[in-house]
């Protein structure tokens, strides 16, 4: 891509807000089945399944606002990012960004915490891929509501004190 973002790029970026055209160009089924039409039962399920990382922040997280509003704040997380989109080298890897909203999108239950009350999210994380489409710049592959930086930190102590109370219980040996 060149130093200054093309018309199409621009183009491409405005019809981000139109769900019609986000579902045709772009990997809509990824996330709207997974971060838009899931329940919090599914959510928890999801987050079973992902492997155990003690040091990471593992979450499965949906937004709680209308299909055009998380569009609208894809479209805004991207004006925001656009030194990066130019600078990016599709074919070489994915491009992967975070951008505060200052209200809460969603919410969502992070690995290794109690599960019986979500965390609000106020961030959302977009991925950008190749194209799926011949003739088009990018693709967004998804797009999922994420902890600001002042929730990062609820959510870390929220995973200390879950940990710490698991290992604080008195373990039980089998046969005694």
Same mark, same amino acid.
């Given at each position: 891509?060149?130093?200054?973002?093309?018309?199409? #790029? #621009?183009?491409?970026?405005?019809? =981000?807000?139109?769900?019609?055209?986000?579902?045709?160009? &772009?990997?809509? =089924? &990824? #996330?709207?089945?997974? &971060?838009? #039409?899931?329940? !919090?039962?599914?959510?928890?399920?999801?987050?079973?399944?992902?492997?155990?990382?003690?040091?990471?922040?593992?979450?499965?997280?949906?937004?709680?606002?209308? +299909?055009?509003?998380?569009? !609208?704040? =894809? *479209?805004?997380?991207? +004006?925001?990012?656009?030194?990066?989109?130019?600078?990016?080298?599709?074919?070489?890897? !994915?491009?992967?960004?975070?951008?505060? /909203?200052?209200? /809460?999108?969603?919410?969502?239950?992070?690995?290794?915490? !109690?599960?019986? &009350?979500?965390?609000? +999210? $106020?961030?959302?994380? =977009?991925?950008? $891929?190749?194209?799926?489409?011949?003739?088009?710049?990018?693709?967004?592959?998804?797009? *999922?509501?994420?902890?600001? +930086?002042?929730? /990062?930190?609820? /959510?870390?102590?929220?995973?200390?004190?879950?940990?710490?109370?698991?290992?604080?219980?008195?373990?039980?040996?089998?046969?005694?």
């Amino acid at each position: 891509m060149s130093k200054n973002i093309c018309s199409q #790029m #621009m183009r491409e970026i405005e019809e =981000v807000k139109s769900v019609e055209l986000f579902r045709a160009y &772009h990997d809509a =089924v &990824h #996330m709207e089945a997974r &971060h838009v #039409m899931i329940d !919090d039962n599914g959510l928890i399920r999801r987050l079973f399944k992902f492997p155990l990382v003690p040091d990471e922040l593992i979450i499965s997280s949906r937004f709680t606002i209308p +299909m055009q509003e998380i569009l !609208d704040t =894809v *479209y805004s997380c991207i +004006m925001a990012s656009l030194k990066e989109v130019d600078n990016w080298d599709i074919s070489r890897c !994915d491009l992967a960004f975070t951008f505060p /909203v200052g209200k /809460v999108i969603g919410h969502g239950f992070i690995q290794r915490t !109690d599960t019986t &009350h979500p965390f609000d +999210m $106020s961030a959302i994380r =977009v991925i950008l $891929s190749e194209p799926i489409k011949r003739g088009r710049l990018f693709c967004i592959k998804t797009a *999922y509501p994420a902890p600001d +930086m002042d929730e /990062v930190d609820l /959510v870390w102590d929220a995973k200390e004190a879950y940990e710490e109370k698991l290992f604080s219980r008195p373990q039980i040996r089998k046969g005694a």
